[in-house]
């Protein structure tokens, strides 16, 4: 009898050991199965973007030499244009002082009238 209680005991120790490790286990393997097709899920998005980055990388290097013949077919014209603004400031500054001798002129003009009437 006394051999049938330390089985029993050995037993109910072994059962009790089984159902910790099932409690233990079991919400284990399916935290891990959720985080594995969390990251693949993640995985499959980065590559989806990777592919659309390549894509997108891939059409704007093959738009580069149509720009780059637009830019020079432009760019005499835009030197043109910068030419002519400083053509204009120049013109613009001359026209400006003889604007100030013109009104320094008039200025010292009436002052002398103003004198000769008095």
Do not use: H
């Not at 049938?4 to 005991?9: D, K, L, P, V």
């Not at 590559?47 to 149509?66: N, S």
């Not at 013949?69 to 043109?80: C, R, S, V």
């Amino acid at each position: 009898m006394k051999n049938r209680s330390a089985f029993s005991w050995f037993f109910a120790a072994v059962m009790l050991a089984c159902v910790l490790f099932l409690v233990w286990y079991i919400p284990s393997v399916s935290t891990r199965a959720f985080r594995l097709e969390d990251l693949r899920k993640s995985l499959e998005t980065s590559q989806g973007r990777e592919r659309k980055q390549q894509f997108e990388y891939d059409k704007v290097v093959a738009e580069i030499p149509e720009i780059q013949a637009e830019l020079d077919l432009i760019k005499p014209q835009t030197e043109a244009a910068e030419q002519e603004v400083a053509s204009l400031k120049a013109e613009r500054k001359k026209l400006r002082n003889e604007k100030k001798a013109l009104e320094k002129q008039l200025g010292n003009a009436s002052a002398q009238e103003d004198s000769a009437d008095e």
